[in-house]
């Protein structure tokens, strides 16, 4: 068993929620102020926040990106709220496909439980994988297989459990807040959940 999401897939997907808290952390900031900033202002505000982020553990994948960032915005130029916007592709016509709502749910999972979500095929999953600890594996023997080249979930993907009842709970609630999903669940017992994941 393998970890599901590959290092270039975990970074895009930081990088993805960096750019959407700093632009949440400026809204928020211009609905206290009861105004709107200027360019200088956010880029300001935003090379702020960005220097709190560098030291944080949960972008720390990202201290390299983080400290480019705050240098190239240093100039009258250079706008950082449009480049989170383009970084997280925002368009008021355009959603995500599938395949982006399938790996937000993978991060979704992992931060929710503190694991990192496994692959295998179902034919060779460990089920007392490091001495029976708790894990979430999704069992395909290819996930290419699963969605189309848009994006488009084409074959139903089956995870197993092994965590605690309340973990297990916490799964299918990460399942439950992606609208483009649902689930049925194939077995439970006392250690395992295993559920299908549909689009």
């Excluded at 990202?62 to 240098?71: A, D, E, G, P, R």
């Excluded at 993978?106 to 060779?124: A, Q, Y």
């Excluded at 074959?155 to 709970?169: D, G, N, W």
Aim: charged residues 25%; glycine residues 4%.
């Amino acid at each position: 068993m393998k970890p599901l999401l590959s290092p270039q897939e975990r970074t895009h997907l930081l990088l993805r929620e960096l750019a959407l808290s700093a632009l949440l952390h400026i809204e928020f900031h211009q609905l206290d102020k009861g105004r709107r900033l200027n360019v200088a202002d956010k880029n300001s505000l935003f090379r702020l926040w960005l220097k709190k982020q560098s030291a944080s553990q949960r972008y720390k994948l990202l201290k390299k990106k983080i400290k480019v960032l705050i240098q190239h915005s240093q100039g009258n130029n250079y706008n950082l709220e449009k480049m989170f916007l383009e970084l997280i592709n925002f368009s008021a016509e355009d959603s995500l496909t599938q395949l982006e709502e399938y790996l937000l749910l993978v991060r979704s999972i992992e931060k929710d439980l503190g694991l990192t979500v496994l692959l295998s095929s179902p034919h060779d999953v460990d089920l007392n994988f490091q001495q029976g600890k708790d894990f979430v594996c999704v069992l395909a023997a290819d996930l290419n297989n699963h969605f189309s080249a848009d994006g488009k979930m084409v074959a139903p993907i089956t995870f197993l459990v092994r965590a605690s009842v309340y973990e297990r709970s916490a799964v299918l609630s990460s399942v439950y807040k992606f609208e483009q999903f649902s689930h049925d669940v194939l077995y439970e017992d006392n250690e395992f959940l295993r559920f299908v994941l549909k689009g």
